[in-house]
């Protein structure tokens, strides 16, 4: 992970946040009081929050892990006319 200077964040802001969007790579923001901070993209953030939120369900991971492993021929067609 990239990390740089309040001070070199500021004068690029723009730059660096262009540079998260596209690359999708974190970048740590130092200071020189050890609170250092980490500026991610808002698309990269959502991940993040949507996959604690599903972690948080009791079960989750486990039945994504094993729809996962079902053979493509079992699973079930969408029919739009069909009543779930």
């Known amino acids: 992970m990239t990390a740089i200077s309040v001070t070199k964040a500021r004068e690029n802001i723009y730059q660096i946040l262009s540079e998260v969007n596209s690359s999708s790579q974190p970048i740590t ?3 020189n009081r050890g609170k250092n901070g980490v500026l991610i993209s808002e ?7 949507e996959t604690l939120y599903l972690n948080a369900i ?3 991971a486990e039945s994504i892990i094993k729809v996962g492993k079902e ?3 079992k699973c079930a067609v969408y029919d739009p006319d069909k009543e779930w």
Do not use: F, S, Y
């Not at 698309?43 to 929050?49: F, G, H, L, M, S």
């Open 43 to 49: 698309e990269d953030w959502n991940a993040i929050q």
């Open 58 to 60: 009791p079960g989750m």
């Open 71 to 73: 053979p493509l021929e």
């Open 29 to 31: 923001i130092m200071n």
